[in-house]
């Protein structure tokens, strides 16, 4: 006879079910867990050997044997002590066969039987409901979490005494605590930094409602101390609150990097990351011996990733960031697994404009500034859409009493652009940004179209460039509650990118001097 | 070439022996103007001081230096460096040299010589004002300076200024807006690319008043060069205007220079609380005019203000067909953007415009080629 019960192992953010065997029998003394596993099983055998002691069942001079299934997952962590010590507890007849039928344990134990929480609960809470299990135990501490996926019902234990007394039938299962997944009380974002707070800046107030309205990438450019990071740590309080399934996916990543909060619930504010330029690719990305945990790109999907200081960023982690922006997914290869985390964010750079910061007295010439700008690789350039110049604060601005516009107002307007979108695209468009460039096209009007061909045919414009302005339009129009996009919006969105050019265009050195000879 | 034709071709009128020797001093990099006032002092005390004198003086002093002054085969390839640029040589005295600078002979800073690729050679001979200012203006300042060329263009006046980027481009551009005549005083000598990449403007200038510079040609930029030059900025005008400059400006030394040599000095008042404008109040604490209104200046030289009554400035009107296509929103904005960058919000504050409405504009006209995109905002092509 083998004692059998479920738990859940996390490769990545996929959740797989695990069988644990047990079985005891008379032969040399020993605690063995056996299915594809480190050093680290020889700790989970003595955690539940101490833990099954403070329940009174001791095993002197037996052979205990472990199996996870399957054994060619690959497995880590502690989260799978609470269904050992249940499954040497069903092995040895202390409780039934019929108590743990349909039922899925996740916990790690103290030496004194207690139950704590372990990360992953979320997504694994979330697969179970297709596995045909309607009960989950888990640590007190998971069990809201376990409680957002809405799938089985939720049996939180605090002991492993208690969870005896439970299937035992001695004591009935406390309820969970309810997750605190209302969507009507959570829209309302958590207070954040508001617009409000910004003075003048006009350019850079529109580009981050464009942005925000067309999930379009933004690069900042201003001096130190102007108020780049004030203005991208804004931009999450004007995009719209994530929908039901966005927030579980955030949640879900969140869950298995272990950064779930205390108390839990479903944050519908749309998160944002800004990595630090030091930071090592790994970190960025996702990495880790054995299995991947996410990165700061993946704990920023569905949100903002922020880097600050663009051009101090290594070249290889700028340019590996381009395959994923265009996929919304990254896929991180280790040892042990190749895992998928998901990564579909809005990019927000922020860059000083010239190599001396570009202060009121920046004295670098034209060339220096050129040099310092093309180390903005082309490609990336070209995924990027918006540039505004964030202008230092002058006297008046910080003196006048006129407060900006707040967060409230322009999420409003980036929230109706964004209704209008959804009805022209349907579902499967998110938003204007990755709207396909075909169906882009069919809305604008010739002659808009024509403007920016010419801007094309000048060598102002690269093809990928064409494509992204005609979006950035498409939003500049939604924004206008206008049907079609015309020619100021193709020419606003082509000023936006102005700021994204590496070098003096082609077109103004051969047009320029004959145009300005004529002119004068 | 003999010696002949090329003095006779580089200082058309003038001893062509005269003319080889100045040319030997100008060739010597040592020979630079404090030296030349130096050979000046030493002459001060006679009853007049002689060009030859002073020409002999520096002779002497070449002899007893162990790097003497050039060879008669350096100065031949001198002077056809000079010729190739188009540069022709004034000489202090001699055919050619502005008069302005004549009165400075010689204790006021004048130079001994002068090189200067101008239309047949000569410097525009009408009123001259200096317009002068910091290499980063505000856009207001820019602005003024445009305004400033435009207007005393229009009415025939000569704008001087030094091709700096700034406030004198911004003057320059004014003028040659309006199809006037402006003259700059470069701090290199002909055939450099300074500032780099403002050719089109420099080759603009040459051929609408004239490029002046007193070093060898392929001399190239030191910062020397540009508080030398400054006295013949200030030399080559009847009235110096200072738009705006910070503390210990350039503009500010140009400004004291003209008041040395008895010119007039105006300066713009800005804001007491912007540090681009501390210079022009500074001069005007210390008594020069303050420009209250653009036609001020026009008073001082002496040229009827044709527009009067109104107040400033009008807007431009270069007339070519390319700004006649622009939109009403490009065509305002083009009055605004100058020679020095100006971000898009900036714009929106000047013009009390909406910032997409700028966007727009700026587009229209970046893609028509009449204005350059730069990483700080757009500016003049």
């Excluded at chain 1, 044997?65 to 499954?87: H, Q, V």
Aim: glycine share 10%; with cysteine.
């Amino acid at each position: 006879m083998v004692g059998r019960v479920r738990t859940m192992a996390v490769v990545g953010l996929q959740a797989v079910a695990v069988t644990v065997e047990a079985h005891v029998a008379g032969g040399l003394p020993g605690f063995s867990v056996i299915g594809s596993w480190g050093p680290a099983a020889g700790q989970a055998a003595d955690r539940v050997r101490t833990a099954l002691a403070t329940v009174g069942v001791a095993m002197p001079g037996r052979k205990v044997l472990i199996s996870l299934a399957p054994a060619d997952l690959p497995k880590a962590g502690a989260r799978f002590d609470l269904a050992m010590a249940a499954a040497i507890l069903l092995e040895l007849g202390v409780v039934e066969q019929a108590a743990l039928d349909g039922v899925a344990l996740l916990g790690e134990l103290a030496l004194d039987g207690e139950v704590r929480p372990v990360p992953g609960v979320l997504p694994s809470a979330a697969a179970l409901s297709a596995t045909g299990v309607h009960r989950l135990a888990v640590a007190d501490a998971n069990a809201a979490e376990a409680a957002l996926a809405g799938g089985p019902e939720v049996v939180p234990v605090r002991h492993l005494a208690e969870l005896l007394a439970v299937l035992r039938k001695e004591q009935a299962p406390r309820p969970a605590p309810a997750g605190d997944n209302d969507v009507a009380a959570a829209t309302v974002p958590a207070a954040g930094p508001d617009l409000a707070d910004v003075r003048g800046q006009a350019e850079a107030r529109r580009a981050l409602e464009v942005a925000a309205a067309g999930g379009h990438h933004l690069l900042l450019l201003g001096p130190p101390g102007c108020g780049k990071s004030m203005l991208a740590r804004r931009l999450p309080g004007i995009l719209p609150p994530l929908t039901d399934d966005q927030a579980l996916e955030v949640a879900g990543v969140r869950s298995v990097a272990g950064l779930l909060g205390d108390p839990v619930r479903l944050e519908r504010r749309p998160p944002l990351c800004s990595p630090h330029h030091t930071m090592s690719a790994a970190a960025l990305f996702g990495g880790g011996t054995g299995v991947a945990r996410p990165g700061q790109l993946s704990l920023a999907h569905h949100g903002v990733l922020f880097l600050d200081e663009l051009f101090e960023w290594p070249r290889g982690v700028i340019e590996a960031l381009r395959q994923p922006l265009e996929d919304g997914v990254i896929c991180v290869a280790r040892s042990r697994a190749t895992v998928t985390y998901p990564a579909r964010v809005q990019l927000v750079c922020a860059a000083n404009p010239c190599p001396c910061g570009g202060g009121d007295r920046c004295s670098c010439s034209d060339d220096a500034v050129w040099a310092y700008r093309s180390r903005l690789s082309g490609p990336l350039a070209d995924r990027l859409d918006l540039a505004p110049a964030v202008e230092p604060l002058s006297a008046g601005d910080l003196l006048s009493a006129q407060a900006g516009e707040s967060s409230a107002a322009v999420a409003a307007r980036v929230a109706s652009a964004r209704a209008v979108a959804r009805d022209r695209w349907g579902q499967a468009v998110t938003c204007n940004a990755v709207a396909p460039a075909r169906l882009v096209r069919q809305s604008v009007r010739p002659a808009a179209l024509r403007t920016l061909a010419n801007a094309v045919e000048a060598g102002a414009l690269t093809g990928r460039g064409y494509d992204r302005a005609l979006r950035v339009a498409r939003t500049c129009a939604d924004l206008e509650g206008s049907q079609m996009v015309g020619t100021d919006h193709v020419l606003e969105a082509y000023a936006h990118r102005l700021g994204l050019r590496q070098q003096p265009t082609a077109a103004a050195s051969a047009v320029g001097p004959a145009v300005a000879v004529a002119q004068w | 070439m003999t010696t002949a034709d090329w003095a006779g071709e580089l200082s058309a009128g003038a001893d062509p022996d005269l003319v080889e020797r100045v040319l030997r001093l100008a060739a010597a990099p040592w020979v630079h103007p404090e030296r030349l006032r130096g050979a000046v002092e030493a002459n001060l005390d006679r009853p007049c001081v002689r060009v030859e004198d002073v020409i002999a003086g520096l002779e002497a002093a070449g002899d007893a230096r162990s790097r003497p002054l050039p060879r008669r085969a350096q100065v031949r390839e001198v002077a056809l460096a000079l010729l190739r640029h188009g540069a022709r040589m004034a000489i202090v005295g001699q055919p050619g040299y502005p008069r302005r600078l004549a009165d400075a002979w010689p204790e006021l800073g004048a130079p001994l010589w002068l090189f200067l690729r101008a239309p047949e050679a000569r410097l525009p001979a009408a009123a001259a004002v200096a317009v002068v200012g910091t290499r980063h203006p505000t856009v207001d300042g820019a602005q003024t300076a445009v305004a400033l060329g435009r207007l005393l263009a229009r009415h025939g006046v000569t704008v001087v200024s030094g091709m700096a980027r700034g406030i004198d481009q911004a003057a320059h551009r004014g003028a040659l807006q309006a199809g006037g005549a402006t003259v700059a005083v470069l701090g290199t000598g002909f055939g450099v690319d300074y500032p780099a990449g403002d050719e089109t403007v420099r080759e603009a200038v040459a051929a609408a008043g004239g490029l002046v510079s007193e070093l060898p040609p392929g001399c190239g930029p030191k910062p020397q060069h540009f508080i030398w030059r400054n006295r013949l900025i200030s030399g080559l005008a009847d009235v110096t205007v200072v738009v705006q400059g910070r503390v210990r400006s350039g503009a500010l030394h140009t400004a004291r220079l003209a008041a040395a040599q008895g010119r007039e000095v105006m300066a713009v008042p800005g804001s007491v609380n912007d540090p681009a404008s501390r210079a022009p109040l500074d001069l005007i604490r210390d008594g020069a005019t303050p420009l209250t209104r653009l036609s001020d200046v026009l008073d001082i030289v002496g040229v009827v203000d044709a527009q009067r009554g109104g107040m400033q400035d009008g807007p431009a009107t270069p007339g070519n067909t390319l700004t006649a296509r622009l939109s009403a929103d490009a065509s305002d904005l083009l009055t605004l953007i100058g020679a020095v960058p100006a971000a898009p919000g900036a714009l929106a504050r000047a013009a009390q415009r909406p910032v997409t409405t700028i966007l727009a504009a700026v587009a229209e006209l970046e893609t028509a080629g009449l204005v350059r995109a730069t990483p700080r905002g757009p500016v003049l092509a």
